[in-house]
């Protein structure tokens, strides 16, 4: 994997991890928003401008790969780097949680 690729995304924002979690399935930018507002409880939204500059920084990168354009949507789904992106991600924030738990902040474990 390019150092480079793996320096820029990880660890990876909000907004990157959602759309590339989203992403493991063929969506446009629109329905990629209304699914995350979905899946968040509301609690994340991404900007269409946010929105449209990720997907294009991410196509230009190679997380994600364009697949066809529908009613002038371009549809997108997750490149083979970007899923090895997007697990390498879920095992740091697994690990974060995992080493939150049981960690007693006086400096003892539990």
């Known amino acids: 994997m390019d150092e480079r690729i793996k320096r820029i995304y990880i660890p990876m924002t909000e907004t990157s991890f959602y759309i590339l ?12 928003g209304t699914y995350v507002e979905r899946i ?3 609690e994340v939204s991404i900007s269409p401008g946010t929105m449209y500059g990720s997907l294009s920084k991410m196509e230009k990168d190679g997380l994600i790969d364009f697949i ?8 997108y789904k997750i490149s083979d780097l970007g899923r090895i992106i997007l697990d390498k991600e879920i095992k740091r924030i697994e690990r974060l949680y995992k080493n939150s738990k049981g960690v007693d902040l006086s400096g003892k474990d539990h």
Do not use: A, D, N, V
């Open 21 to 32: 979690f989203s992403l493991q399935e063929e969506m446009h930018g629109y329905s990629i």
């Open 40 to 42: 968040t409880g509301g």
């Open 68 to 75: 066809k354009e529908e009613e002038k949507r371009k549809i």
